[in-house]
Antibody
Framework: EVQLLESGGGVAQRGGSLRLSCVASGFPFANYAMTWVRQAPGKGLEWVSTISSASLSTYYADSMKGRFTISRDNSKNTLYLQVTSLGAEDTAIYYC???????????????WGQGTLVTVSS | RVLTQSPATVSVSPGERVTLSCRASQSVSSNLAWYQRKPGQSPRLLIYGASTRATGIPARFSGSGSGTEFSLTISSLESEDFAVYYCQQYNTWPFTFGQGTRLENK
């Protein structure tokens, strides 16, 4: 079964940092671009970042540049998102998602994890 | 590319036909997807390439459009279709989502 499982969420301090993880199974992880999408309470979906299959390219939403770092370890079938200088605006459910097409960064997302909730407190 | 969805909320009854709209601020060619989001569930890909149904998506869902104007039509609403629907463009970085349309049971 194709599956994505996020972890690393929880309550974090304002100004602090955290690292989210997403473990993939059931498909050749190294062949797919991977993405993080978030949804803040009462808000819509927000694309955060995408990384190419071999980590050669990374892309970020303009508002995320500088504080967010996406990475992956294909030997561990794991995607990461490092977030620093946390603010209240980062409170959200963070989803990892798989690009639908192999070996391309451009495409929609056909497999989603269940999400991990990050709550930033003061 | 800013995506603007309309209406924000629509009230319909099961069995009815409904069309949701997504307008892009600049052309995204046919690189547009639609997702369904239900409370407590992860988003589900419905349509990509503006009109191609994703695997396992029922035929009552259809998408159309290109350039800047797109639509998602549900031909005959079923009870499980009441949800929030988002469009997303993947033509240009940064990728963007629309703000969503909520489908409510009248």
């Amino acid at each position: 079964e194709v599956q994505l499982l996020e972890s690393g969420g929880g309550v974090a301090q304002r100004g602090g940092s955290l690292r989210l993880s997403c473990v993939a199974s059931g498909f050749p992880f190294a062949n797919y671009a991977m993405t993080w999408v978030r949804q803040a309470p009462g808000k819509g979906l927000e694309w955060v970042s995408t990384i190419s299959s071999a980590s050669l390219s990374t892309y970020y939403a303009d508002s995320m540049k500088g504080r967010f770092t996406i990475s992956r370890d294909n030997s561990k079938n794991t995607l990461y998102l490092q977030v620093t200088s946390l603010g209240a605006e980062d409170t959200a459910i963070y989803y990892c998602a798989r690009g639908i097409f192999t070996y391309t960064n451009m495409g929609p997302f056909d497999v989603w994890g269940q999400g991990t909730l990050v709550t930033v407190s003061s | 590319r800013v995506l603007t969805q309309s209406p924000a909320t629509v009230s319909v009854s099961p069995g009815e036909r409904v069309t949701l709209s997504c307008r892009a601020s600049q052309s995204v060619s046919s690189n547009l997807a639609w997702y369904q989001r239900k409370p407590g569930q992860s988003p589900r890909l419905l349509i990509y390439g503006a009109s191609t149904r994703a695997t396992g998506i029922p035929a009552r869902f259809s998408g159309s459009g290109s350039g800047t104007e797109f639509s998602l039509t549900i031909s005959s609403l079923e009870s499980e279709d009441f949800a929030v629907y988002y469009c997303q463009q993947y033509n240009t970085w940064p990728f963007t989502f629309g703000q969503g349309t909520r489908l409510e049971n009248k």
